[in-house]
């Protein structure tokens, strides 16, 4: 049984390492492939998850575009597939990595097990392109591991067949706990000592990340508006680490630079991203998968996207929608920063950090 885990981008990688490092703990051999859709930001958590890549296709290239990214990325896996014989394919999310190398892997005749799947808004350009990526992936993949239960519901509505779908719980939530774990038994870096030292934790920490899109131009243009006048308040210090998708940089460092109480920073590698978000009081968001460890966490995230395929975080009553409006965001930074709330009693609904054990188990006793 020939085994290939393959991501590209840094989300993908936080929750595929739980799986890679699961592989390993049972001596399951798999080979990695990254396609290196990003670089600086998918080698942040090669290093802290210590995952040594056997094919690395270095794709990216700065402000790339989807068509050029897709047809690089199917040929360049195709040398992969040539290379060696793969039985399984291990796939995740939505990114255009996902689904053009499930898509390679498909003219190829290989099977291919998505993680994360049945995400759905049914909307395909929002978030776009990922909604599309993922229900591609969906029609191609033979194996569905979904992290919900209503992502199990999608699937089954779309007419998969139930025996093929996995139930597993999302396993961003093994790889928070496993960082939260380090951080506890003392993990540090340069990177959370210098926040220490230059945030004031009397205020109230907000965290800020965005890198949708739909939203570039005005969305983010609108976002950084409601950031500055959030930043009038002489509670708050705003922390911002600017993803490094050039339309995102534009804006954010046009519209926010040189503001006293926000610190615009570099991507924070992914422990220091955890640490960070543990000592806020809110974050804003269009993030994924920061909605889905907010609720770990047990902190609230103003999810700056008009519409959310991760609406359990809504419904357990972590996830607030405002879409990129200025004043929806300020009213509700404001109402959730100065109202009485209580978030440490909430469910979180995203799973229960066993979900790489669950996986790698079916594909165990089903390819062994
Ligand atoms: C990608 C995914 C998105 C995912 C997001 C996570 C697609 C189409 N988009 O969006 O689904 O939510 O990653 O962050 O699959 N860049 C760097 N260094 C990096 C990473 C990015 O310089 O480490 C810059 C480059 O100029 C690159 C650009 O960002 O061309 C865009 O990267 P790309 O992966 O195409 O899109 P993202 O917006 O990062
Ligand atoms: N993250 C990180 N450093 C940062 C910002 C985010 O490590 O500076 C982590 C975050 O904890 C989450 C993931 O990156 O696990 C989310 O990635 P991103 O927002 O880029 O993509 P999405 O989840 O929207 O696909």
């Known amino acids: 049984m020939n085994i290939l885990v393959c991501f590209g981008t840094r989300p993908e990688a936080i929750k595929m390492a739980p799986i890679c490092n699961e592989f390993k703990k049972n001596k399951i051999p798999f080979k990695l492939c990254v396609t290196a859709q990003h670089r600086e930001m998918l080698d942040q958590v090669l290093y802290f ?5 056997d094919y690395d296709l270095n794709l990216m290239q700065p402000n790339q575009n989807l068509n050029e ?16 014989k793969f039985d399984l394919i291990l796939v995740h999310g939505d990114t255009t990595t996902s689904a053009m190398v499930a898509l390679a892997a ?11 799947a049945g995400l759905r808004t049914y909307n395909k350009c929002s978030p776009f392109p990922e909604e599309l990526n993922r229900q591609l992936t969906g029609r191609i993949a033979d194996f569905h591991f979904v992290p919900t239960e ?5 699937l089954l509505k779309e007419g998969i067949n139930k025996q093929n779908i996995i139930y597993t719980g999302n396993t961003v939530v093994d790889a928070l706990l496993y960082t939260i774990e380090k ?13 220490k030292a230059k945030l004031n934790f009397d205020k109230n920490i907000i965290l800020v990340t965005g890198h949708r899109r739909e939203s570039f131009g005005e969305g983010f243009a609108n976002l950084c508006d409601a950031l500055l006048k959030i930043s009038e308040k002489d509670d708050v210090e705003i922390v911002y680490p600017v993803h490094l998708n050039p ?6 460092y046009y519209q926010l630079s040189e503001v006293r109480n926000i610190h615009l920073i570099q991507p924070l590698d992914y422990a220091s991203f955890v640490w960070l978000m543990s000592r806020s009081s809110l974050i804003i968001s269009d993030s994924g998968g ?31 929608l405002t879409g990129t409006n200025s004043n929806k965001i300020i009213e509700t930074t404001l109402n ?8 440490t009693n909430k469910e979180n609904p995203y799973g229960d950090g066993k979900a790489s054990i669950k996986i790698v188990n079916f594909i165990q006793n089903n390819f062994n």
């Open 49 to 53: 998850f210590e995952l040594e890549p």
């Open 69 to 84: 990214l897709s047809s690089r990325i199917i040929k360049d896996v195709d040398t992969v597939f040539n290379s060696k």
């Open 106 to 116: 498909f003219h190829k005749g290989i099977k291919v097990g998505h993680i994360e």
């Open 150 to 154: 209503k992502a199990m519901n999608n």
């Open 183 to 195: 951080l506890k038994k003392g993990f540090s870096n340069s990177r959370i000592e210098n926040l």
């Open 247 to 252: 339309n995102v940089q534009k804006t954010v």
């Open 290 to 320: 920061v909605q889905e460890e907010a609720p770990s966490l047990k902190i609230p995230v103003i999810v700056t996207r008009n519409e959310t395929e991760r609406k359990e975080g809504m419904n357990s009553g972590f996830s607030f």
């Open 336 to 343: 959730l920063l100065h109202g009485k709330f209580d978030f």
